[in-house]
């Protein structure tokens, strides 16, 4: 059978974790030369790296596609492997509530740079013009907006349902995506499970139906899709994908090529070539399954969380200060951004924390609670049978 010798193993998801990590790390980048050194970001033809190899190191956007194609894998591949309903409904049920606690403590975080740090993000803007930097993030606030603990509150628990509500960390901006494409994603788990015969082709027209709807309405959605039939074939596949090095390393380059653009599209072709080369490549997939990389891994989520708010914070308390003092420009850039990434780590530490405990809490609960509720509906239709 193929789940005998083909499982998605634990360190196969140790491996995409670090893949996570490292993308995270490409995300705090993006908005390091957003905030301090936005002519970085330009086109190769105004003086950036846009349109070069280099801009796969600081392309927030398209890392943004790869998140969405890994988390469209990594949800349902072990769900289409082997159907299960347990499982899936406690997939269903978890989702909201696993993401709900740590993202609303960073939207907490957020309040309280606003309320405590002053305006050192608009003091830093004023050096160097960053639109980003002066919008506190392209937060968009409201008319009349004055920060407080209610409505930071509030927004915590409404930032996955209601679009553009997410001032106080304007990165969250990807929770509401990620929450709606897991359920939409689930529901063809729950179709291609269901109705076994036919499940090939409901999953690619379910897939393909969704990528064409959202390539007009929502682009950002187009990768997570891609990475959802990315499992469903990856879980039913009759051989094993073993890639070698040269088509591993065409995969790589045209990743990085791709990901040089700012393109829903492009970056979505660009993650594929990514996440196949990680499938199919055992090396690679061993260079990053070490205790650096299950670290890296385990940091990523907590990184992606808090990193905003310390660039608008403390990073830009320490470019305002080192200006003023007069250090050269290089020399301003590189404390700054191990400041950024020195603050970033520490503050997501308790955050780590939080997600680890809380994730392994919520695990056991809903398991239990999804048992119970699905023993109780047998008991009850065994003692009822349909006459």
């Known amino acids: 059978m193929i789940q005998d010798h083909l499982p998605v193993s634990r360190r196969r998801l140790a491996y995409?974790?670090?893949?996570?990590?490292?993308?995270?790390?490409?995300?705090?980048?993006?908005?390091?030369?957003?905030?301090?050194?936005?002519?970085?970001?330009?086109?190769?033809?105004?003086?950036?790296?846009?349109?070069?190899?280099?801009?796969?190191?600081?392309?927030?956007?398209?890392?943004?596609?790869?998140?969405?194609?890994?988390?469209?894998?990594?949800?349902?591949?072990?769900?289409?492997q082997g159907f299960s309903l347990e499982a899936l409904l406690s997939s269903i049920v978890k989702r909201l509530p696993r993401l709900a606690v740590p993202v609303g403590a960073s939207v907490i975080l957020g309040f309280l740079v606003l309320r405590f740090t002053g305006?050192?993000?608009?003091?830093?803007?004023?050096?160097?013009?960053?639109?980003?930097?002066?919008?506190?993030?392209?937060?968009?606030?409201?008319?009349?907006?004055?920060?407080?603990?209610?409505?930071?509150?509030r927004q915590s628990l409404v930032v996955f349902l209601r679009p553009y509500d997410f001032y106080y960390n304007s990165n969250l901006w990807t929770m509401g995506p990620e929450f709606y494409g897991s359920m939409v994603a689930f529901l063809i788990v729950a179709l291609t499970g269901l109705f076994k015969a036919r499940r090939g082709l409901?999953?690619?027209?379910?897939?393909?139906?969704?990528?064409?709807?959202?390539?007009?309405?929502?682009?950002?959605?187009?990768?997570?899709?891609?990475?959802?039939?990315?499992?469903?074939?990856?879980?039913?596949?009759?051989?094993?994908?073993?890639?070698?090095?040269?088509?591993?390393?065409?995969?790589?380059?045209?990743?990085?090529?791709?990901?040089?653009?700012a393109n829903w599209v492009v970056n979505t072709l660009a993650s594929l070539s990514f996440m196949i080369a990680l499938l199919g490549n055992r090396a690679l997939a061993g260079h990053l399954s070490g205790r650096l990389a299950a670290l890296l891994g385990m940091l990523s989520f907590p990184l992606y969380l808090v990193h905003a708010p310390v660039i608008l914070s403390a990073s830009s308390f320490v470019y305002v200060q080192l200006s003023a003092a007069g250090a050269p420009d290089p020399a301003v850039g590189l404390l700054t951004l191990a400041a950024t990434l020195l603050a970033s780590g520490l503050v997501c530490i308790p955050f780590v924390f939080l997600d680890s405990s809380w994730a392994g809490w919520l695990n056991a609960a809903v398991r239990r609670l999804v048992g119970s509720v699905l023993a109780a509906c047998r008991n009850r239709a065994a003692a009822h049978p349909t006459r």
């Open 16 to 80: 995409l974790e670090c893949a996570r990590g490292v993308a995270s790390v490409i995300v705090i980048l993006h908005h390091f030369f957003l905030a301090f050194y936005p002519s970085v970001k330009a086109p190769v033809s105004s003086g950036g790296l846009k349109f070069t190899p280099l801009y796969l190191f600081m392309n927030g956007e398209g890392v943004v596609a790869f998140f969405f194609v890994l988390s469209g894998f990594v949800l349902t591949v072990k769900l289409h």
């Open 119 to 153: 305006d050192q993000y608009a003091l830093a803007a004023s050096l160097n013009r960053s639109a980003w930097l002066q919008s506190f993030g392209n937060a968009h606030f409201p008319l009349s907006f004055e920060p407080s603990l209610p409505d930071a509150l």
């Open 202 to 261: 409901l999953a690619a027209v379910a897939h393909g139906g969704l990528v064409i709807a959202f390539l007009v309405f929502f682009p950002p959605l187009v990768p997570f899709f891609a990475g959802s039939y990315l499992a469903f074939l990856w879980a039913n596949r009759k051989t094993a994908l073993e890639i070698s090095a040269a088509p591993t390393m065409a995969l790589l380059i045209g990743g990085a090529l791709g990901l040089s653009f």
